[in-house]
């Protein structure tokens, strides 16, 4: 009830002053516009508050768009549009402490070595790289031609200790641009 009557007053007095400067009556209702503002954002600041405290935060992982590079050329990706977001959807301020884990997910070369799986390891064999793979910043290349899915994974603790997570991919395509 408090809030509602500082709101009150506060649009009264941003109402007496404009009319005393005479910017009510000379039709301007610039400053009594500005000042019903107030009580919406307070009621968005109050439900934003409320999703935030009864829907878990998610992390927003971001592994950029697709790039195109020549075999042996070096790319740096770029993870550092990731962020947490409370349960109303926006970036919680202050951002916590987001790690990152980048890993090939799949690429021309298959299952270069064997173990069923697509990974780094298939990559360094068929002669490709995947550097700082535990930063927002790592240092992809290969030396084959072909189109290659990198997967990032976010990870942040929550102040209540949950450990949560996202995912995104990005593909990095490798051509040779002479013909």
Do not use: H, Y
């Not at 007053?9 to 109402?15: D, E, G, H, I, K």
């Amino acid at each position: 009830m408090t809030s509602n009557r500082k709101t009150v007053f506060s649009l009264a007095r941003v109402t007496v002053a404009a009319a005393l400067f005479g910017a009510a009556s000379s039709g301007c209702n610039a400053l009594t516009q500005v000042a019903a503002i107030g009580p919406i954002l307070a009621i968005d600041a109050a439900r934003q508050a409320a999703l935030d405290a009864l829907v878990p935060a998610s992390v927003a992982a971001e592994a950029g768009e697709t790039v195109l590079i020549t075999p042996g050329q070096i790319i740096i990706l770029d993870a550092s549009a990731s962020l947490v977001r409370g349960g109303s959807g926006l970036a919680l301020s202050p951002q916590p402490d987001i790690t990152f884990f980048w890993s090939v997910v799949d690429g021309p070369m298959g299952d270069f070595d064997g173990d069923g799986d697509i990974d780094s390891a298939d990559l360094a064999a068929a002669g490709g790289r995947l550097d700082l793979a535990e930063t927002a910043f790592p240092q992809f290349s290969a030396t084959m031609e072909g189109a290659f899915t990198l997967q990032l994974t976010s990870t942040t603790t929550t102040p209540a200790g949950d450990i949560i997570t996202g995912t995104d991919v990005v593909d990095v395509i490798v051509f040779d641009a002479v013909p």
